[in-house]
């Protein structure tokens, strides 16, 4: 398997074919927050599952208020209810605080009440078995709200990926930025990590997903290709894709994906959203598409890039729906993104587009 | 101060005169993926700091290639260098890997190479001082690998505001959901939280932000509201907001803006988006307009809503720019967010919508 550029969509398909959905494991409902569902969530009991009083007032028997008018108050007792609260046995009503006077333990009603008025009957929000989210469901504050006051307790969730995180290339002079900068993204996209030497990632089974960083140019000192090769499997070596060019993609010793990340910090951090990354969403259950929000943009110059090569474009936003291009990270590595509001991604077969075109944008969030 | 519903946008404007961007603190820069920069960050040496190779290949002194030439090929040193590497003194040039032939020692120049040919001069990637990222910028990873790149290694970030949560209701018989919830919410806006006995939060001073949960109705048995105007001041009680009507506001003996949310969790839900995140968002110092991403789409049914106050009405999705109202908060509850994609805002003065209407619709993240 020599270094051959191939497609970002052929080493894509590769990331695909190479990962899926993790089982699933029990969490707690209150710890749940950010997980991705294993399962249909569906409601465990009715919701509410006793009838409640649907606003602050008295709770009432409706058959005591037959007859009630303003020139006939009858006085039935003083049971407060708060909004929520079950309705207490014997009452099917609720008189609303506000248009009842009360007095000495009890309540004149001025007007009938039929039974169920002012309250939210058992079941009324949802059923018992109601579908409350579907598997797959990032879960958010109210999911985990939603959860817990339907009497859910523990939830199946899509286990976290372990990836493990190897240099095979030395570390650069002014240090590493790759590690952190990878450490964050794994975060963010639902992983653990672990370091590991080079030689264990390649041979260790414990993890989802190896990721190698480093020495994977065509060189004769790069390593990492060859040596994934001579443990497992070198299935592809070099993408077209600036930057990121020299990502390599293949299977350890012990059959996990590996990945491996050039070492330049720009082309580390692509490589790994492109590939990398899109492993670790796909693993997780999340979305595997680049987690950034797209938006269209009109270029205010414009965007030269070469044809036979995908490449990402970092972009400064000028106005709500105009966005300038920058430095490229070819020519300046990462200090690229120094300023940027987002990027464009060029596709193989664009040169480009000229001033004034619209083009699909990836906004950082900035939230 | 009694129960008296004003307007969402006089409680936000309470909201925003009570809170502002806290102090800053330093972290690692390892440390930093999610944080909010605190000041400008700018590159503290040149970006690279010595002159680097643009590319794998060799490293030349210029001047030994002048003449050199396809008839006329000149034997210089072999000294390899990968991409990224500080080119060796006495050299001022890379020659390409694959445009040169080397053998023993020695590689084959067949064209001349000018000084600085296929290097990064040190700082044309960006100055000494260049600004790398504005303060009040949400730290993603590629940041975290561009300020360990130009060899940072603290910053200075918004500390996490810390937030009290108390109970002042009783908690809910099918068990707390706004508890798990909050804590939920309080995460994704960047807060720590801690929890406090109701007296405890409305006495100590030690955090930035006080929020009480349950018992603000105005019934007689709701003592939230009553207790903060006793302990501290009591601003606002009462918004034109569904669900979250009889949410509080005030500061607390020790002088610490206090929300109090509503026990429901529906309400609590909404009274935390609008008015005590965006307290927490402030005091974060990031964008405190709801964290959701916002887009137009057409209403597949009408929307109906009541004038004078402001509702959340969740909506799904049906088409890409079509969504559909879904059973409302007011009816059932926290339940209403099951199958949502997202939700409406109506405001105050509107009644809703026709069917057909483009509405202005949050989305939830999915991913």
Known sequence: MAFNRVSVDRAIAWVDAATSRLPTEDTAVSAAYGRVLGADVRAPRPIPVYAVAALDGYAVRAEESVGAGAYNPLAVPLITVSAGDPIPEGTDAVAPIGQVEAEDGSILLSAPLAPGDNLSAAGSAAAAGALLAAAGTLLLPHHIGLFASAGLVELAVVRKPRARLAFAGSIPTDGDADGPMLRAALARDGATVAAASFADALAEPDADLVLVVGGTGPGPDDRSAAALAAAGELALH??????????????????????????????????????????????????????????????????????????????RRLADREVEPLSSFAEIGLAAVAGTDGFVVVPEASEGWPRGAAVEVYWHPNR
């Open 238 to 315: 070099g993408v077209a894709l600036r930057p990121g060019e020299t990502a390599g993609f293949g299977r350890t010793a012990a059959g996990l994906p590996a990945l491996l990340l050039p070492g330049a910090p720009a082309d580390c951090l692509w490589a790994y959203e492109l590939f990398a990354g899109r492993a670790v969403r796909r693993l997780a259950g999340r979305e595997p598409a680049l987690p950034y929000r797209r938006g269209r943009a009109a270029l205010a110059r414009k965007l030269v890039s070469v044809i036979g090569i995908t490449e990402i474009c970092p972009v």
